[in-house]
Every structure is written in structure tokens, then in C-alpha cells.
């Protein structure tokens, strides 16, 4: 599901506060002692993941905090439909999520707010006792704040868990399951990145939130409120990890592989200042911010296997949508824009397969499993998975298949891609946040149809 389909579902949502009933999750059974969950952060990523717990008979939501009310005024519409309990609700200030972390025995919490908020958030949860804690994408801001996220899991045994949802796109998981049968040969080269024109994400009206307007900071609503002031400070892979984390799945990193260097190069900004002038006139007051985000921004990543990734940021000009995946060995590719594999002695020589034909031949095990409950889920079914798989691990007690060591590697990209950029495109040394451990740690990841 896109944004403005999003949106638009989300208005009609609240619209139908009246209608009854909800739609269950069918391969779901409904347990006796149901998982307690907690939610920072209801915006609209975490309206996404709100619905999909409030469609689990193993969840009780104890309690949700944020600081708009429209926000709060929606989720409790989605809630109240639902025909679930209402949870308690903490507002008013924005350190409100202290006091629902005083709660008792909460099993984990899910973080859907501004990416500068998230180590703060993700910390206090572990040393407020919360052993599961799933966050939207980003550790933090800082190389620091990632360190200090890993030390603190490791301090407390606490699970984070990105919810990285790319890594449970179909097409995504079915070259997974390809490369794990060796299709591909020994893998040599990865890309794929952010390729999103958020152009009407990052500037609206304060109302709406996509297409309207060219404000952003307190007069812009959603993410044009915060998002977009990171495009006015920073210059780096502001958004790796929709491309990095399925690629760090294909070639095993942290579990027998690191990220050993890196180096970025940005590209002029134009687009954002650019975008303004064309929509709302030379003379509106945002025509005159310089944009310190260069419009691509392109990283390169060694790896100790010997790989190399490459990885475009890509959100401020006129584009459609695409992660660029290219996932190339020995014995073949598969190109994402392309929409074509290629195996060697298996396609004609030279010349591209339609890649749903090897898609559907190796479609991953989860969700031949899940296909029904993932219909209706967002970004086209894959959000149903991260959920799932924290859920499936607090239940088991069990790792998360997508633990800190993950989340930092991945998001740790953007600190050190502006580094790089800082630097002059200085070649940096990628810090290895495992300490060693990445040289004898397993891959866990999907390995069967359970989550
Ligand atoms: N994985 C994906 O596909 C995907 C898609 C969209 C957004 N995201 C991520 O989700 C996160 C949230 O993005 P969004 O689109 O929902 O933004 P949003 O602005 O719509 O929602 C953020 C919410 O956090 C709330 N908030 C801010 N500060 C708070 C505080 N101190 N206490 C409590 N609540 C607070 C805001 O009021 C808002 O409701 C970001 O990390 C974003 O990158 C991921």
C-alpha cells in the first residue's frame, strides 16, 4: 500500500468508527496469556503497525503515547473498530512515554516516532526492563548513539529489533531463498538503496500530509514536520536501510561477514529548492533554505568476504519509485529495474528471464505460509511479517531474527556515509559493532515458514 492510499484508507478508517467487527488473522490462534504490548508513536507508520495488532487474537496493546492528537484521534478510531479494549493513553508532553514505561510487566514495545527520538526512546524502554523492543528504522543519529544502543541491549539482554519490512518483500525473499540455493554462484556484487521522490512527503500544508504545500518543521503535519529538517542539516544516505538490510540477509553480514569500509559521494541538491520554486513561487519563504542534502547521494561498502555493495539515496527529484536490487555472482543476477534474472546455462545466452518466473518457482516458505494474512497488510503485504516475527519471538522467548547488531550496522550507515562526505569521500573503517562475534554467529534469518 502507498502513502496516499495509506492516508486515504486511514480517513475512511475513522469514517467508519460505527462499522463493527474486525478481520482476524486466520493462521493466528488465539492464545490464553496474550503478549503486552506498548506503543510510542501512533503517526502514520504506527497506525500501520497498530492495525495489524489490533488483528492478532495473541496481543493485548496495554498503551499507546503520542503528542498530537490528531494522531491519537485516529488511532483510537482504528482501535475502536477494532472492537478491542481501548489502552491506556499517554499524551500531553513530550516525555510522556517515561510514565507509560513505569507500566508492569510489559513484554515489548514498538517505537514509531522521529528518528532523533529513538535512541532516547529505545534505551529508556531496555532500562525500564522491556526485554522486546521493535523500532522503526534508524537506531539513532549519531555513530555514538549507536554504540550506546548495542552496550545498552547487551547490558540488559534486551532484544531491538528493526522493523526493517523491505526484508520481507516477496520478490526480496524469494531471491533470497535463490541465493540460499545457490542459483546466483558465490555472491559478488549487491545494490540497492532508497530511490523514493518524497518530494510531497518532506513539504505539505500542515494538513494534508502528501501533495499539498511547501511547508515542512511546525507548520508542516507527519513526517514534513521533522523529517524534512534533516535535509536542511545533513548530507549522507539519510534512509539506507530498505536497501541494506535485504542485502545484508544475502550475504550473511554480522554471521560470517562485516562491513569492513565505506565511502560516499553526494551529488549537487537542487531538487528540494527546486520543487518549491515550481509549486509554490520564487517568493515563498522555503524558495531561500539552502538544502545541505545532495539530491543522490552514492555509498560504497566493502565487505570481509570480499563483496562490494552499492547503495543511492535518492528522495528529493522527480522519479518512480524503486529499490534498485541487484544481487550478482558467479553464476547469475537479478536486477530489480530490470525486472529480470539471468542464470547462467539455464536462460538464453544473453539475454534476460522475466524474474516472476524464477520468483514464483522460489517463492519464499513464509509466505507461501502467510499469503492470506499478509492480504490487506501495508507496502504490499510485507509489514504483516515484522510484526509477526517480533511477536512469534517474545512468545517463544527466543532472539529476534533481527537483532541489534543488525540495526546498528544498517542504520550506522548514515553517520558514517556524512563522515565520508565530510571528510572528501574519505574511504572510512567500519566499525564492527559485534566485537568479534560476527566471525562464528549463524544466520537465523527466515530459515522456515514459522516467522
Ligand atoms: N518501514 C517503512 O516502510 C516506514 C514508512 C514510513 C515511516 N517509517 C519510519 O517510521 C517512523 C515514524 O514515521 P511516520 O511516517 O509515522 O512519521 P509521523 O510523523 O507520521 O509519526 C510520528 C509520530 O511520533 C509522534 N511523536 C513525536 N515525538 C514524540 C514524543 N516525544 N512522544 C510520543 N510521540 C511522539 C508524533 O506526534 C507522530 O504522531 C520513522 O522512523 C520513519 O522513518 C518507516
Same mark, same amino acid.
Given at each position: 500500500m502507498n502513502r496516499k492510499k495509506f492516508i486515504k484508507d486511514t480517513a475512511l478508517t475513522a469514517a467508519l468508527v460505527a462499522l463493527p467487527g474486525r478481520e482476524l488473522f486466520a493462521g493466528i490462534s488465539n492464545t490464553q496469556e496474550k503478549v503486552r504490548l506498548t506503543m510510542i508513536g501512533v503517526g502514520l507508520?504506527?497506525?500501520?503497525? &497498530?492495525?495489524?495488532?489490533?488483528?492478532?487474537?495473541?496481543?493485548?496493546?496495554?498503551?499507546?503515547?503520542?503528542?498530537?492528537?490528531?494522531? &491519537?484521534?485516529?488511532?483510537?478510531?482504528i482501535i475502536d473498530?477494532?472492537?478491542?479494549?481501548?489502552?491506556?493513553?499517554?499524551?500531553?508532553?513530550?516525555?510522556?512515554?517515561?510514565?507509560?514505561?513505569? &507500566?508492569?510487566?510489559?513484554?515489548?514495545?514498538?517505537?514509531?516516532?522521529?528518528?532523533?527520538?529513538?535512541?532516547?526512546?529505545?534505551?529508556?524502554s531496555i532500562e525500564a526492563g522491556i526485554k522486546y523492543i521493535g523500532t522503526e528504522v534508524m537506531l539513532g543519529i549519531t555513530l555514538q548513539d549507536h554504540w550506546d544502543v548495542v552496550k545498552s541491549a547487551e547490558q540488559y539482554n534486551a532484544h531491538v529489533m528493526m522493523l526493517e519490512n523491505v526484508c520481507y518483500r516477496r520478490d526480496v525473499m524469494a531471491? &533470497?531463498?535463490?541465493?540460499?540455493q545457490g542459483l546466483f554462484g558465490e555472491l559478488v556484487h549487491l545494490q540497492g538503496g532508497y530511490q523514493h521522490d518524497l518530494r510531497e512527503v518532506k513539504f505539505n500544508n500542515g494538513i494534508e500530509a502528501y501533495g499539498h504545500g511547501c511547508e515542512f518543521g511546525d507548520k508542516g503535519w507527519?513526517?514534513?514536520?521533522?523529517?524534512?529538517?534533516?535535509?536542511?542539516?545533513?548530507?549522507?544516505?539519510l534512509y539506507p536501510t530498505h536497501g541494506i538490510g535485504p542485502i545484508a540477509h544475502y550475504i550473511n553480514i554480522n554471521r560470517g561477514n562485516r562491513f569492513v569500509n565505506i565511502s560516499s559521494f553526494s551529488s549537487k541538491a537542487r531538487g528540494l529548492h527546486d520543487y518549491i520554486v515550481k509549486k509554490c513561487g520564487p517568493t515563498h519563504p522555503n524558495a531561500k533554505i539552502n538544502f545541505k542534502l545532495g539530491d543522490i547521494v552514492t555509498t560504497s561498502i566493502g565487505c570481509a568476504n570480499g563483496e562490494t555493495i552499492l547503495l543511492q539515496h535518492d528522495t528529493n527529484l522527480p522519479r518512480p519509485y524503486s529499490l534498485g536490487f541487484r544481487v550478482q555472482g558467479t553464476d547469475g543476477l537479478w536486477m530489480d529495474v530490470a525486472r529480470g534474472v539471468y542464470i547462467e546455462g539455464k536462460s538464453k545466452p544473453h539475454q534476460w528471464d522475466n524474474s516472476k518466473l524464477?520468483?514464483?518457482?522460489?517463492?519464499?516458505p513464509l509466505w507461501k505460509r502467510w499469503s492470506n494474512e499478509t492480504a490487506g497488510a501495508g507496502h504490499g503485504g510485507m509489514d504483516f511479517f515484522v510484526i509477526h516475527a517480533l511477536v512469534e519471538s517474545i512468545k517463544?522467548?527466543?532472539?529476534?531474527?533481527?537483532?541489534?547488531?543488525?540495526?546498528?550496522?544498517?542504520?550506522?550507515?548514515?553517520?558514517?556515509?556524512?563522515?565520508?562526505?565530510?571528510k572528501g569521500n574519505e574511504t572510512i573503517e567500519f566499525p564492527d559493532f559485534t566485537g568479534g562475534k560476527w566471525m562464528y554467529r549463524k544466520p537465523v534469518f527466515s530459515l522456515s515458514d514459522e516467522f
Open positions: 507508520r504506527g497506525q500501520n503497525h &497498530l492495525d495489524l495488532i489490533m488483528r492478532r487474537n495473541d496481543v493485548e496493546l496495554v498503551a499507546i503515547c503520542d503528542i498530537d492528537e490528531r494522531m &491519537l484521534s485516529i488511532s483510537k478510531s473498530r477494532s472492537g478491542n479494549k481501548m489502552p491506556q493513553i499517554f499524551s500531553g508532553d513530550p516525555y510522556a512515554w517515561k510514565k507509560m514505561l513505569a &507500566l508492569k510487566n510489559i513484554d515489548g514495545i514498538i517505537i514509531s516516532t522521529p528518528w532523533e527520538w529513538h535512541k532516547e526512546m529505545i534505551i529508556g531471491a &533470497l531463498n535463490m541465493v540460499r507527519s513526517e514534513a514536520r521533522w523529517r524534512t529538517h534533516h535535509s536542511v542539516y545533513r548530507n549522507g544516505d524464477w520468483f514464483d518457482k522460489y517463492d519464499h517463544r522467548k527466543t532472539d529476534t531474527p533481527m537483532d541489534v547488531y543488525d540495526a546498528a550496522a544498517w542504520s550506522a550507515i548514515t553517520p558514517l556515509s556524512e563522515i565520508s562526505i565530510e
